[in-house]
């Protein structure tokens, strides 16, 4: 008998809503880390009073109600919503692209109006299938709002021209002929009052987890342990990089304390000329309407994927993925193991989907288990 049901290795948050589900239905888990803290990407750092997000803003939208439902039985929300502004060559513009947007750009009133400018700007273009994301940007919104507001920060974010990128990176754009400058239509939407470290917390609630422990160092001893591992690390690690290294974009944060309480009045400042080097700043008192007496900004540098640096953004380009269908094609083949969570899928996940997986993965896996056990 071996001492562990579940060997859960990541403590973010598919390990952690995974570990919490089955901890319920009465199974003994043991949570391991390489971090030195809990909770992935969501951890986030008291400072003077301030839940700094440490690897990158983070506000939690869902349509899901189970999920939004699940969430708040760890830490109630505040009505944070998301309206970031985008500064171009210090002019101000509303995102997402809506009413607000087009005022100050055109100064049109009415959505007809609004309407109008766009058609005007797209027709002359003349464009049919997009074939990269500059066509397909274009053809959703014209020549001045991608000037603007999309190649400068698209171009820096990707490190690539807006012509040799995928079409579909520029779909997640909204666009809107309200005055509406809520950046997701999501039906529910806010930070955890506390921070994220609060639902973690919750969720690790009485569950063994040991941090500075990387599984892939130990390997046999952790398996040794279970007959059933959780594994939400980078699937290309797991496997030696027997097909080759997966890759991603990175980030690189720029963090300052600054002794003044209101640095830029919003916690989301997007810069999106390609002259400035960073593509954002943060300010993160602002998703919890902090009142204290300084204030914490952070400059995001997207940055080439090396390997040792943290993995942010999957590529998900046609030689990546061929290459994550073979890692994904031996995994299936191994029962003793799931692969869950953004790494083990190398998959862009918002924490709503990496929550509704975990909890999917795990009432299928949990009710087999029962199955089995009768
Ligand atoms: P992770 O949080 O990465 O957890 C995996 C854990 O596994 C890590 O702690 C890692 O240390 C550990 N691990 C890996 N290998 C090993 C090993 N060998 N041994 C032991 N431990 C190991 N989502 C939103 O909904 N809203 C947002 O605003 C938002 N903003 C984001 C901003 C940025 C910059 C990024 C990159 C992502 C953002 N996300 C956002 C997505 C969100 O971060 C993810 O959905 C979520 O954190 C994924 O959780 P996970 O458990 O899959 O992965
Ligand atoms: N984008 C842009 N200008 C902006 C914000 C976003 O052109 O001011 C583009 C950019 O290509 C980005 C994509 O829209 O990669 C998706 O933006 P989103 O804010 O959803 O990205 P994320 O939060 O994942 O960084």
New binding site residues.
């Given amino acids: 008998m071996k001492p562990y049901d579940y060997v859960i290795v990541g403590a973010g948050l598919f390990g952690a809503t995974f570990a919490h589900q089955a901890k319920r239905k009465g199974k003994k888990c043991l949570v391991i880390d390489k971090r030195s803290h809990k909770g992935g990407n969501v951890f986030c750092k008291n400072e003077e009073g301030i839940n700094v997000h440490v690897y990158?803003a983070h506000i939690f939208h869902t349509n899901d109600k189970k999920v939004w439902d699940f969430v708040n039985g760890f830490a109630e929300f505040n009505r944070y919503t998301n309206s970031?502004l985008?500064n171009y060559k210090g002019e101000l513009y509303n995102?997402p692209f809506n009413m607000n947007t087009f005022y100050k750009l055109w100064q049109v009133i009415t959505p007809q109006e609004a309407q109008k400018k766009l058609q005007e700007q797209i027709a002359v273009l003349n464009i049919g299938e997009p074939s990269n994301?500059e066509e397909q940007?274009l053809k959703l919104v014209g020549t001045d709002i991608y000037e603007k507001?999309?190649?400068?920060?698209?171009e820096k974010?990707?490190g690539r021209k807006a012509v040799d990128?995928p079409a579909f990176?520029?779909k997640?754009?909204p666009l809107r002929f309200t005055y509406d400058n809520n950046?997701f239509n999501d039906k529910y939407q806010g930070i955890p009052i506390g921070g994220y470290n609060k639902i973690i917390d919750g969720l690790l609630e009485g569950i063994e987890v040991r941090l500075n422990t990387d599984f892939l160092k130990d390997r046999e001893f952790f398996t040794g342990l279970t007959d059933k591992i959780i594994y939400t690390g980078p699937i290309d690690e797991y496997y030696d990089f027997e097909f080759g290294m997966l890759e991603y974009r990175s980030l690189r944060f720029e963090n300052e304390l600054l002794q003044q309480q209101n640095y830029q009045g919003n916690a989301v400042v997007?810069y999106?000329e390609k002259e400035i080097p960073y593509?954002?700043i943060i300010e993160h008192k602002h998703f919890e309407f902090g009142t204290q007496s300084n204030t914490i900004i952070t400059k995001e540098y997207p940055s080439e994927w090396k390997p040792g640096m943290e993995q942010y953004?999957p590529v998900n380009d046609a030689v990546n993925e061929k290459r994550f269908k073979h890692y994904k094609s031996i995994a299936d083949n191994e029962p003793a193991v799931i692969f869950g969570g953004r790494l083990a899928e190398y998959k862009?996940y918002d924490m709503h989907q990496v929550i509704a997986s975990a909890l999917a993965k795990s009432k299928v896996i949990l009710q087999e288990l029962e199955f089995l056990e009768v």
């Fill in positions: 990158g970031p985008a995102l994301l940007a507001l999309i190649k400068g920060y698209t974010q990707w990128l990176i520029i997640r754009l950046y997007n999106t593509t954002r953004y862009y």
